[in-house]
């Protein structure tokens, strides 16, 4: 049975966005995967609901595309973090999140959870990839769990940059922030690291 993969994507005033970074991660995930090359454009599967509110658009897929629905979209308030270390391998956007839920669920009292790797690299969220401020410069962990499609645009765009970071550099930080496809960069205030 093939795996499946999903994208996530805002759709908000009947405008997609990030189309070109969704675009080619799912590309690439299938010639990764399966081999092939299918130029897929999702422009042609989505149509956008047609009023101005803010959707989550999840597009399930393994070489071809096989659902695609939109879910009304609330931003959660993040504020408290829980180091959970682990070795989990997540470098395509697996259908199957159970492995990253499974980490979520040891979270305790803490919104979220930060991943570390076994040498106390820091990797992501379950559900954003991270930036750390220091000395004026926005970094990014150089091997995150997944390479999302809103960190991919702000690299490009020379806004953010890569980095080997560990959980030592949480202490020299000036900002702290998270990044996906739904919420864009948001800077978390007075962030709570847990141990």
């Not at 769990?145 to 940059?161: E, P, W």
Request: hydrophobic share 35%; charged share 30%; glycine share 4%.
């Amino acid at each position: 049975m093939k795996p499946l993969f999903f994208e996530t994507l805002k759709v908000q005033n009947q405008t997609i966005h990030n189309l070109d970074e969704h675009n080619y991660r799912l590309n690439q995930t299938i010639l990764k995967n399966f081999g092939k090359n299918p130029k897929i454009n999702l422009k042609n599967f989505i149509a956008p609901p047609k009023d101005s509110k803010l959707y989550r658009c999840k597009v399930i897929y393994d070489t071809e595309i096989k659902s695609v629905d939109f879910y009304p979209y609330t931003q959660k308030n993040i504020k408290s973090f829980k180091i959970i270390p682990s070795k989990i391998k997540y470098n395509f956007k697996y259908a199957d999140r159970s492995s990253i839920d499974a980490l979520y669920s040891k979270r305790g009292k803490a919104d979220e959870i930060l991943l570390i790797d076994e040498d106390e690299r820091l990797k992501d969220t379950s559900i954003a990839n991270i930036a750390l401020k220091i000395d004026g410069i926005w970094l990014t962990p150089s091997k995150p769990l997944l390479r999302g499609t809103q960190r991919a645009k702000l690299l490009k765009d020379g806004s953010l940059h890569e980095k080997e970071l560990f959980l030592k550099d949480i202490e020299k930080i000036e900002s702290f922030a998270i990044i996906n496809a739904m919420i864009g960069f948001i800077t978390i205030k007075d962030p709570k690291f847990i141990r």
